[in-house]
């Protein structure tokens, strides 16, 4: 199992070995949910939401600075 | 300015952007009236954008003043600039790189109390600032205006762009802020600062790309031409690589 992961304009393969969420994959990549909006297969999804075989998980980074 | 530009010297000015536009358009960008709320990194580049494509008349509002750490982006900061007045400085440069704008510098902090009075006859009005707590004031108070709110920001590398209208996603909406639908009172303004909290890092190019991106919708929405980023499209990009240039719809 795996899902396409898009995060900084790269797009990778990512394994799949047990069910995660949307907020696992930001801590792995140790980015704040305040910071990102997280689009699965093109819809806005919340931090809770589980990752499946297949699936394409998009991370936008927002920003505030100016 | 020398007595021979006086006259025809603002279409000969703007001259060489005239296949772009036409003298309609261009007539409309010259008749109108637009906001900077902020004079540092992305306002430096935004202001001076706007004035030297011929905008009529600038509002421009900040509270603080040029010091050495602002020389790495802000165009309008140099050693002749330290130490003096954000807002009184970028008057004076837009004076030097057109005389025709009528400019309306506020060396003061834009909040609640002052913001319809400073925003209020705009055609349009531009964010260049620093922080969300003032973002939000200022895209609440140009909704309940119905005037179309720019909006830009960076942090580090990366930076976006997106336009705001009365018919569009609020800026808090687009972004899911803690605020929405919420009084701006003490906890819903420490909720807010906590997303922005720390002094970001920032270099050159990054607020200047986004000054000048920010100054073309503006031009866009004034004039017709083109297309605008509205939201909920956001312009998102990172200069280490320019492949990450994108408009992606939140």
Redesign the interface.
């Known amino acids: 199992m795996s899902f396409t992961l898009i995060f900084?304009?790269k797009k990778e393969n990512k394994e799949l070995d047990e069910e995660i969420s949307v907020q696992d994959v930001l801590k792995d990549l140790d980015v704040s949910i305040?910071?990102t909006?997280v689009k699965k297969n093109g819809e806005?999804v919340e931090e809770e939401a589980i990752i499946k075989d297949g699936d394409e998980v998009q991370i936008?980074?927002?920003?505030?600075?100016? | 300015m020398p007595t021979r530009y006086i006259g025809m010297g603002y279409w000969e000015l703007i001259s060489r952007q005239m296949s772009i536009v036409t003298k309609s358009q261009q007539t409309r960008f010259k008749e109108s009236e637009v906001t900077v709320i902020?004079c540092?990194?992305?306002g430096g580049s935004l202001i001076e954008q706007l004035a030297r494509m011929g905008v009529g008349k600038i509002n421009l509002i900040d509270k603080d003043i040029f010091d050495l750490s602002n020389m790495n982006r802000q165009l309008i900061s140099g050693l002749e600039t330290l130490g003096k007045e954000k807002s009184y400085s970028a008057k004076e440069r837009v004076r030097n790189v057109n005389p025709y704008v009528e400019v309306n510098a506020f060396d003061e902090e834009l909040n609640e109390e002052n913001v319809e009075t400073v925003i209020g006859d705009s055609d349009v009005v531009l964010?260049?600032?620093?922080?969300?707590v003032t973002?939000v004031i200022v895209s609440r108070a140009a909704k309940k205006l119905k005037i179309p709110y720019v909006h830009?920001?960076?942090?580090g590398t990366?930076?976006?762009v997106s336009v705001f209208t009365p018919e569009t996603k609020t800026y808090e909406e687009m972004?899911?802020l803690p605020s929405i639908d919420k009084e701006l009172d003490e906890n819903t303004i420490k909720d807010i600062n906590?997303?922005?909290r720390g002094v970001?890092p920032?270099i050159g190019p990054t607020?200047n790309i986004v000054g000048c991106l920010e100054a073309f919708e503006a031009f866009k929405l004034i004039t017709g031409v083109g297309e605008v980023t509205y939201s909920p499209e956001?312009l998102?990009f990172?200069i280490l690589?320019l492949?990450?240039f994108?408009v992606?719809e939140?």
């Open positions: 900084e304009n305040e910071s909006v806005i936008i980074q927002i920003v505030y600075g100016g | 902020g540092g990194g992305i964010d260049a600032l620093d922080n969300l973002r830009g920001a960076i942090h990366m930076g976006q972004f899911k906590s997303l922005n970001p920032v607020p956001l998102s990172n690589d492949s990450s994108d992606i939140l």
